[in-house]
């Protein structure tokens, strides 16, 4: 096996809702917030609502498919590639607000084609990236060990090098306020509690994201069991089912 055994495992603080049927429940206070955000159920779990879509359009700077990224070939030139574009057209960037709860602590592996900027407003949570588009020849596949400490780490998993960081206030802890998410990238996220010792509950963890070049669905797709097996081999990918969606 090539996993680094000082990284911390990759479980889940709140149990998600496949192995928690009733749920937690969410405090009346983030009710609130929801409300008052006007916040909508996200197809990835957690709720969002999109604040800005500039005006602006731009060529589209992706490849055209004419498939859905789900069956389209993920070469690794498919995200990031000046591509000559057959007329189609992006925003120039879109912004949303993200919400994870109690009850939808989980937002499931996904990729985008653009890239996503992310600011904390508050609360923490966990972030797992699996580099699939920098799949590794079977020679450097074997034992990377990069830095590892509590807030973050990274491996080499099968083929794939899987990243995992903590977002949260406690910079000193080595907590981020802002990450970078590339396009073509696999992303999950899930709710920690909101200090370190797990000592208090969360309410909730709140983040801007901006999307560049802006949103599109279909610059979206889901992570599927097959495939996370193909990436990360089987055993692994038994262990990090619970980040797929249903
Ligand atoms: N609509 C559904 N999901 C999203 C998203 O992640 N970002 C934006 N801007 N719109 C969406």
């Known amino acids: 096996s090539t996993i680094d055994p000082t990284l911390p495992p990759l479980h889940p603080s709140f149990s998600p809702p496949k192995t928690s049927p009733t749920g937690s429940e969410d405090s009346p206070n983030l009710k609130k917030i929801i409300a008052h955000l006007n916040l909508q159920p ?14 602006l ?21 498919r995200a990031g590639t000046a591509a000559a574009t057959a007329g189609e057209t992006r925003h120039a960037s879109t912004s949303i607000h993200y919400l994870l709860t109690p009850s939808q602590p989980l937002g499931a592996f996904h990729r985008n084609r653009g890239r996503t900027i992310h600011t904390l407003h508050h ?8 580099h699939a588009d920098e799949i590794a020849s079977p020679s450097c596949a074997k034992g990377y060990g990069g830095p590892s400490d509590l807030a973050e780490s990274e491996r080499w998993v099968g083929k794939a090098r899987v990243e995992t960081f903590v977002v949260g206030s406690d910079v000193l802890r080595g907590e981020r306020v802002q990450w970078i998410v590339e396009g073509g990238k696999y992303k999950a996220s899930f709710l920690l509690a909101d200090d370190a010792e797990g000592g208090r509950e969360s ?12 949103f599109e669905y279909g610059d979206h797709d889901f992570l599927r069991g097959e495939r996370l097996g193909e990436l990360v081999g089987m055993e692994q990918a038994g262990e990090m089912g619970w980040l797929l969606r249903e």
């Open 203 to 214: 309410g909730g963890l709140l983040i801007s994201e901006t999307v560049v070049p802006g």
């Open 123 to 130: 609360g923490r949570g966990r972030y797992v990236i699996i």
């Open 42 to 55: 996200h197809i990835e779990g957690g709720y969002f609502v999109e604040t800005d879509r500039d005006p």
């Open 57 to 77: 359009l731009i060529p589209s700077p992706f490849a055209p498919t004419t498939e859905t990224p789900s069956t389209a070939n993920p070469s690794p030139t």
